[in-house]
């Protein structure tokens, strides 16, 4: 059946709901963006003079000192986490509710999502090339910051007797800090941060996923109602989350690796039909990481858009993550340290890169034949495009610059992409709600019910202002976060030196 020739059959009826839409879109963006608009301008603010947001510079600044402080784990533990992901130092009797690849998945499934396809097609078309580097770098120097609240999240877990377990920040900020004697400021932080992740996983973990996933979908099948697209999401979702974690990670083991291999092996195909370009491309990313390639900002500019996108895609320091991974089940908090820190590698240096080599590759931005400098359009602001395209449509017009029918493969992708990122995020809320509202039954099923309700608002209406919001409401959740780790780093090291000694000496050993 095509909707859309079913809606405008009746076209008194679809004139009414446009307009009646088309207000109550109105309505809702201005009574938003009124009330909140101080608060996104704030927290994405840049610094006087730049357009570097200082949320981000934050999320760096953050990123650099825990890759200093403990020593470059994410090299030095790289092989160790292989093996932890792995199972082999898995002991089944440990409390927790998942394995350390279930956990993995899940914080996976919230952090790999639309911003890896358009995220980084609007990057790589204002910064050029170049920030594929930077991009690069900062998701290296992430991967410390995810060590960091990991192994805080697990340590601080409240472990219940019917086995479930409840983890993450607003655990940590407050048990951690009031071991220290600080146990108000903790308790600030931590209803602080619960407050941001409620906001952000309705938001940006769910609306905005939903009408994106619509957008895409009317992309291939024809115009008809978001509410439709919402109730069908809206149902399959409720359906995984009404289950627990267990549920959910049940299903993220299997979407997360499905969706790596449909995305990463379509690029991967383009990639291959294009490797006489390869080592042009490798030329392009690094040379235009320190001169921009005729880009407007050069290096800074290009600098600028690889740190925000890094920080944008793998959430390193947002604290969302730790909420997932203190799950696992594991008597040793580090462990889960070390398996976290994959994740920046796997969202940001392979599929964000993978993404940005397809754009080079395919030359859907234009490049002067004369100079061999990128076009740079005014206008847009950004580098000239084929078709104009911006965003996913540039990132689509790549994978169909090469096979015509790519673009369905991409589709795909965005909905798998979109479907476990709702409902990672459904997860990361609700923890937040019980640590404000108390655990039980009710209380959860109410905040599932509202996720839920949320995921058909999203799909139906055009909500620009309560989307900026609800991201602002997740890069606040990195601004409590990281304020806590710097009192509670000390601690993560201890456990450090503590397990790699007795990992060294033998005491700790293989179960597999």
Known sequence: ???????????????????????????????????????????????????????????????????????????RAFPHSIALVAGKYSDPNDAGEVSHFQALATALSGTVGLGNIAGVAVAVSIGGPGATFWMILAGLMGMAS?????????????????????????????????????AGLGKVLAILFSIFCVLGSLGGGNMFQANQAHAQITNIVGDYPGWITGVIFAAIVFAVIVGGLQSIAQVTEKIVPLMAVIYCGAA??????????????????????????????????????????????????????????????????????????????????VICTMTALVIVITGVMTIDPDTGLYVWDEAAGRIATVDNASGVALTSAAF????????????????????????????????????????????ELTFKVIFCIFVVIGAAMNLGPVID???????????????????????VKAELTSYLSRLKSGEIKKFA
């Open 146 to 182: 995810k060590f960091t609240e990991c192994t805080l999240g697990v340590k601080y877990r409240n472990e219940y007797e019917n086995g479930t377990v409840s983890g993450g920040p607003m655990y940590y900020l407050s048990k951690g800090l009031s071991a220290q004697g600080k």
């Open 1 to 75: 059946m095509n909707f859309k020739s079913a809606f405008l059959a009746a076209p008194g009826l679809a004139f009414l709901a446009s307009a009646a839409q088309a207000s109550i879109d109105e309505t809702i963006n201005t009574a938003v963006g009124a009330a909140t608009g101080p608060f996104v301008s704030f927290i994405f603010s840049p610094f006087p003079g730049t357009s570097f947001p200082w949320i981000v510079m934050w999320l760096v600044i953050a990123a650099t000192i825990f890759t200093l402080y403990f020593g470059f784990i994410q090299f």
């Open 469 to 491: 919001f609800s991201d602002a409401a997740i890069f606040a959740m990195a601004l409590v976060n990281i304020f806590g780790l710097y009192f509670l780093m000390p601690i």
């Open 268 to 349: 991967l195909i383009i990639i291959l039909m294009n490797i006489d370009k390869l080592g042009w491309a490798f030329g392009q990313i690094f040379s235009g990481a320190f001169t921009g390639l005729g880009i407007a900002g050069g290096l800074v500019g290009a600098l600028i858009q690889g740190f925000k996108r890094a920080a944008f895609s793998n959430e390193a320091g947002v604290g969302s993550a730790a909420i997932a991974h203190s799950a696992v089940k594991t008597k040793e908090p580090i462990t889960e340290g070390f398996v976290s820190l994959l994740e920046p590698f796997i969202d940001t240096v």
């Open 400 to 443: 169909g610059s090469t096979i015509s029918w790519f673009p369905f493969i991409l589709a795909i992708a965005v909905i798998l992409f979109a479907f476990s990122t709702m409902i990672s995020w459904s997860y990361y809320g609700l923890k937040a709600w019980t640590y404000m509202f108390g655990e039980g039954k009710s209380k």
